[in-house]
Structure formats: structure tokens, C-alpha cells
């Protein structure tokens, strides 16, 4: 049941008809099993592997070495409060804190209903814009104890819906690559000399 | 409050002061990511040119223009370019978009904001340095970095400029967006092409030094950063020239600089390269504009987390890396986050020394261990619970991350002089380093910080265990 469904089987196969290795697909992969299921689940994983032809446990060997792979359900939104030094000089402690109570629970916990997943993060390159945080991986600015408020309130009424899809979709669009303009991967030992447009100067020499 | 800066969807991007633009031109624009802005503002007018030049000339260009890598190590991009072997086929781009290194903030506007710039600078150096297939890693926390680049290069293989036979000619190129998951350590580039073929992002062992000569699947692979790249549409256009016109003759060009923290404007500028020093930076009206609430400047940090610590006695120096090596530092990444006289410096230097612990990836011993060592014990001292045999403990294990002595900052104030950037290390890439560097350059610049929150080891109270009086009782 958490197998990839068949449009993602399909999705899946043109990825990893991108790369020269099939492994080379296998993070793209699991982010598109957490899309799909919100986490990321042991069916996921063998189903990976059969389709990269790898191993489960190789599957979870990367995929857990891997900050945004989460492996038990998580809310909805993700809530990421930046905690490193810019963010920390202007007031991360204090918003954390504030986040807490506002949820209603520690960081690194989930709210009852499902809904909100709080946690630690780190330095996520906005740091003029301090305190940051990230609601599935899309950022809030200077946010304010007030701000936050509000954002939990927009979020537990739906009215963000669609500006930030929920926790496991990496981006409202994706790479598709028109079949007939693509070049195609080609495993790497059956590349036999230098591409066309290098001259036969440098590729002789 | 929302995000501040000259425009609403810049955020933190300034572009007052009439300061020279060369990657951040279209950022005016709100729908700089767009095709028709790009190419109504002479978008792919380099990958037009370089075309119409053999590959070897648009590659003599570059190393002429001595275009610096802006990843962090400063290394000049058209030499780098040069060491794949010859005859050796095929050879990969690999574009670094993994920004996480602390107080950096600017591949992610660069890829949110022009993505086609950042294209077609992909696009120049697969032709110059015959590299048929790119590959696009973004970190995977930039939502929007994904969407705006996987759209910008839908676009782009819809009109022909990827793809096969681009523009009509024999140079053909996918890009292919690569989509990371969360790990500061594979900003390292071996790391990076680790985790591009599928596994735990982990550094590689060396030698071979340079994937140029063996990298992605064991083949030819260069790894260039996103501003770097973003650099080669104007070099293409405009010539080599035109480049070092601007900058100095050791750092020419401009560079992108985030200044955080404790300023009056705090923001994201792309400043003249080489000539801009910290005081302009932190202080200049155009800039940053000082200390908030008319405080003083107490300590920065000038290239991002790793970089060692600099005080005001430095402000002088300018935005170039013999220069800023020499003063004990590095420039790093462009980040430079300012701390005001109300900072408590270990706790500052705790939040950077937690990163560090945090994101090794567990390949090296004194990293792994050692890292996660100095966290523990410096977050005791903050707590105050350190002792005076803490502050050994914490030299002791940083000695056996970077053995010698450290590169550190001058300071009037303490009589102490420079020690010149690089540190010597037992690991194989800088993560072990950068969890020692900001606990290092806190306890030898502001030593009283740490002195006066601790307790003498031996004035601690020892602990009763006998649970009856001795000698008697009831």
C-alpha cells in the first residue's frame, strides 16, 4: 500500500533514465515516496530497490543518512526554526520558545491531531532575514511571536493550502525533460571518445 | 515583520550605492526568473558568443578573466577547468547548489531569482570544458530554489537552449535538477558527487585530490558553485576584459556578501571584489550602516562559520584572501555575521560549534568524537557547569583536530599578534576543523569570557554517598 502508485512508478523510471547509474536516482526517489506518503515507509524502501536495483538496506543506508528523510508520520507541516548564528543573535531561543508554547509541545514532536511536526534546524541561508524559519521547506522572514501565531492559525485554517503543499512535496512543479530534445544518459564506460562539438585537436591529444 | 530590501522579492538584496552588477542585474525585476526578462536583458547573448568561439578560446577567456570559485576555497575556476586529463571521455558538471554554510545567503537568490543566468553559465562551461552532461544539485530545503529552476529549465529545453543541439549547433547538454536531502557536509565536493551517485554524502578519501581527474562514477568531474557559474554569462559576453576592469588584479570581478546579525541593515550585496573592506561593509551607508542600537562592534565573523574570527582591530582589510589569510581568516563563502557589545561570546560561539558537531557525517574520528566533544563541553560552560579543566580539555581536543597552532586575529587590546590562515588538520575535509575554529578564536580573544564562567575544578563540592550518618545513629 505505500508502494509507489503506478503514476509514480512512471514518474520514477523517467528519473532514472536521467542519470548514467541508476543509484544516482535513488535519493530523487525517496523524496518522491515521502510526496507520496508523507514519510518515508519500509515498503517505499524495497519498492526503491527494486526499481534502482540496489538493496533495501542500501536504500536506507543513504536515505538515513539524510536530515529531511523522516522514517514515522509526521505532521502535515513541518515546522523548521532556525537556530544557528544569525538566528541565534537575533532572538531563535526566544521564538523557539514561544513556538512551543503556542503548539503546545517540544520540539521534535508532533501535535496531537496531526497537523504540526515542530523541530530544531539549522543555518537555512537566509540569515539577513533573521529569525528564520521554514514551513515545508519555504521560508518565513524576521518572523515575529505574533507572526507566528498568525502562520499556525493560517495553517490550521487551510488558508496557505496553496502557497506550501504538504510535508514530503519538495516543489509545486518539476524538472520534465521533452523526450525528443533530451541528449540521454549514457552509462559512463560506453562513452567512447570526446563530444561532438570538441575539436579533434584536444580530443586526440 | 516581513522580509526587508530594496525589492519586495529580493529578500535582504540591496542594490543602492551605484556599486558595478554582474550577477545580480536582473534582480530589479520582479519577474527576473523568467524567459522573456532573461532574454529581453541580453540573456544568452555568452552562450551565443561562446558558441560562435572554439571551446579551447572561450576556456583561455576564463582563465583569463581569473574568475575565483565562490564556494569557500578561492580556487581560480578556468585553472580548475584544466585538470581533467586529456582524452579521458566523458566528463560531468557538477553544480554545487548545496548553500548551508552559516551566515551564507546568496546561491539561493541566485537560483530563485535569475535561474536562466545560472543556466547558461552551465551551459559555457560544458562547451569551454567539453563536459557532456550537468547535473544540477540543489539543496533539497530550497522549495522555491527547485521550482523557479525546474521551470527556468523546462523553458530552456522548449526553446533550445538545452538539449540536443543547442541553438542549432553539434554542442548538446542535458541538465539534469538533482534534488539533495539535508547535509551540510556534501557541500564538499566529493561528498557531493557521493551523494549524487546514490549514497551517504560523505567525503572521499585522498588522494585523487581533484575529481576534475576523477570524480562522478570515476570519471573526469568538475564541481563548480552556483555564483561562480553565474559569473561565465557575463565573461562570455563582455570578454575577459571587462571582467578584470572591475575588482583588483588578485580578486577581480564583484562578489556576493551577506552581512547578518547585529547591524542596522542587516542584507545580501554584491560588493567590488578585492577592494571592499569590512568597515565599508558593516559600516557604509549603502551597506550594512553600523550597530544597531548605537552599540559597538564587539567581534565578526568575515567568510561564513568556519572562517576564524575577526575583531575591529580588523575592520581595514579588504575583501581579498592574501590579505584576509594573512590577518589570521579567510573570506569563505562571502558571510559575514556581526556581533554587537551585548553578545555573549561562548554562547555565539556554541551555536556555530553545535552546527559543526551536528553535521559531521561520522568518516573521521576526531570530527565525529571530537566534535561532538567540544559541544558537550562548551554548552556546560555556557550553562555554567564548566570548570577550569574544561577550557584544557577543549584545547587538548582541538589539538587533535588541527594539530599546531591556530590561525587566530591580532588584538591591540590582549598584546597578542596574528597567526596566518591555514590550520594544519587530521581530518579529510574542513567539518572537524570548523567545530574547532569558533570555540578557538572565542577563548583566545575574549579569554575573561570564558575564565569568569567557570569554577576551579578542585573548590567543587564532593558528593555524599553513605546513607546514614558516619559512626552512629539511631
Not at chain 1, 537575533?90 to 513556538?99: S, V
Not at chain 1, 530544531?120 to 521560508?139: D, F, G, I, M, S
Not at chain 2, 566528463?91 to 547558461?120: A, C, F, W
Not at chain 2, 551551459?123 to 530554489?145: K, Q, V
Request: charge should be negative.
Amino acid at each position: 500500500m505505500t508502494r509507489l502508485n503506478d503514476q509514480n512508478v512512471a514518474l520514477a523510471r523517467e528519473i532514472i533514465a536521467r542519470y548514467p547509474k541508476k543509484k544516482s536516482a535513488l535519493i530523487p526517489l525517496v523524496h518522491l515516496s515521502q510526496e507520496q506518503n508523507g514519510y518515508v515507509t519500509e515498503e517505499a524502501m524495497r519498492h526503491i530497490a527494486e526499481l534502482v536495483e540496489v538493496t533495501p538496506a542500501e536504500v536506507y543506508g543513504t536515505a538515513s543518512f539524510y536530515e529531511m528523510f523522516r522514517f514515522e508520520p509526521t505532521g502535515k507541516y513541518l515546522i523548521n526554526m532556525c537556530g544557528t548564528m544569525s538566528c541565534a543573535l537575533m532572538g531563535a531561543a526566544d521564538l523557539m520558545h514561544h513556538a512551543e508554547h503556542k503548539l503546545g509541545i517540544k520540539a521534535g514532536s508532533t501535535t496531537p491531531d496531526g497537523l504540526f511536526t515542530l523541530q530544531h534546524a539549522e543555518c537555512q541561508a537566509a540569515c539577513t532575514e533573521a529569525p528564520t524559519l521554514q514551513v515545508n521547506y519555504r521560508h518565513r522572514y524576521r518572523v515575529t511571536p505574533d507572526e507566528f501565531d498568525q502562520l499556525v492559525d493560517d495553517l490550521s485554517s487551510g488558508k496557505l493550502e496553496g502557497e506550501i503543499p504538504p510535508h514530503g512535496t519538495l516543489g509545486r512543479n518539476r524538472q520534465s525533460i521533452p523526450a525528443d530534445k533530451a541528449v540521454g544518459a549514457v552509462p559512463p564506460d560506453e562513452v567512447d571518445g570526446a563530444p561532438g562539438w570538441v575539436t579533434i585537436t584536444e580530443a586526440d591529444a | 515583520m516581513s522580509a526587508q530590501g530594496t525589492y519586495d522579492w529580493a529578500p535582504g538584496f540591496y542594490d543602492d550605492g551605484d556599486r558595478p552588477q554582474i550577477v545580480t542585474s536582473r534582480f530589479g525585476y520582479e519577474d527576473s526568473h523568467t524567459l522573456d526578462r532573461y532574454l529581453a536583458t541580453g540573456g544568452y547573448e555568452g552562450l551565443r558568443k561562446a558558441l560562435d568561439a572554439k571551446p579551447e578560446d572561450v576556456h583561455t577567456d576564463v582563465r583569463n578573466s581569473t574568475l575565483l570559485g565562490r564556494g569557500g576555497a578561492g580556487f581560480p575556476a578556468g585553472v580548475k577547468w584544466g585538470f581533467t586529463p586529456q582524452g579521458v571521455w566523458p566528463r560531468y558538471l557538477v553544480v554545487n547548489g548545496d548553500e548551508s554554510e552559516p551566515g551564507t545567503y546568496k546561491d539561493r537568490l541566485l537560483m530563485e531569482l535569475d535561474p536562466h543566468q545560472l543556466i547558461e553559465g552551465c551551459l559555457i562551461a560544458c562547451y569551454a570544458a567539453g563536459l557532456s552532461r550537468c547535473f544540477l544539485y540543489i539543496r533539497g530545503e530550497m522549495a522555491l530554489a527547485h521550482e523557479r529552476v525546474a521551470q527556468a529549465l523546462d523553458d530552456a529545453y522548449d526553446n533550445g537552449y538545452v538539449g540536443k543541439n543547442i541553438l542549432g549547433t553539434d554542442f548538446s547538454v542535458d541538465i539534469v535538477l538533482h534534488w539533495g536531502a539535508g547535509a551540510y557536509v556534501v557541500g564538499e565536493e566529493t561528498a557531493l558527487i557521493e551523494s549524487l551517485e546514490g549514497e551517504r554524502g560523505m567525503p572521499r578519501l585522498k588522494p585523487p585530490y581533484f575529481p576534475a581527474a576523477v570524480g562522478l562514477y570515476g570519471k573526469p568531474t568538475i564541481v563548480n558553485n552556483v555564483e561562480t557559474l553565474a559569473n561565465l554569462p557575463f565573461i562570455a559576453k563582455n570578454g575577459s576584459a571587462a571582467y578584470t576592469a572591475i575588482g583588483t588584479e588578485t580578486s577581480p570581478g564583484t562578489r556576493m556578501i551577506a552581512v547578518s546579525g547585529h547591524v542596522k541593515r542587516p542584507g545580501v550585496y554584491e560588493i567590488v571584489n578585492g577592494s571592499t573592506t569590512f568597515r565599508d561593509l558593516i559600516y557604509g551607508d549603502h551597506f550594512a550602516q553600523g550597530i544597531r542600537d548605537g552599540n559597538d562592534l564587539k567581534a565578526f565573523v568575515p567568510g561564513g562559520g568556519s572562517a576564524p574570527w575577526f575583531l575591529p582591530d580588523q575592520l581595514d582589510i579588504p575583501f581579498e584572501g592574501k590579505q584576509a589569510g594573512q590577518a589570521g581568516s579567510m573570506l569563505g563563502s562571502g558571510a559575514v555575521m556581526v556581533m554587537d557589545s551585548t553578545t555573549d561570546i561562548p554562547a555565539a560561539a556554541l551555536t556555530l560549534v553545535k552546527f559543526y558537531a551536528h553535521e559531521s557525517c561520522g568518516k573521521c574520528v576526531p570530527c565525529r568524537e571530537g566534535g561532538t566533544w567540544l559541544y558537550r563541553i562548551l554548552e556546560r560552560i555556557v550553562a555554567g557547569d564548566g570548570t577550569d579543566a574544561d577550557l584544557e580539555t577543549i584545547l587538548q581536543v582541538g589539538e587533535s583536530i588541527c594539530p599546531g597552532e591556530m590561525p587566530h586575529a591580532s588584538s591591540e587590546r590582549l598584546g597578542i599578534e596574528s597567526h596566518p590562515f591555514p590550520y594544519k588538520m587530521t581530518t579529510i575535509c574542513f567539518v572537524g576543523p570548523s567545530a574547532y575554529v569558533p570555540v578557538h578564536s572565542a577563548m583566545t580573544l575574549f579569554p575573561e569570557e570564558f575564565t569568569s564562567r567557570v569554577t576551579k575544578r578542585e573548590v567543587r563540592t564532593m558528593i555524599p554517598v553513605t546513607a546514614a550518618p558516619v559512626g552512629g545513629g539511631a
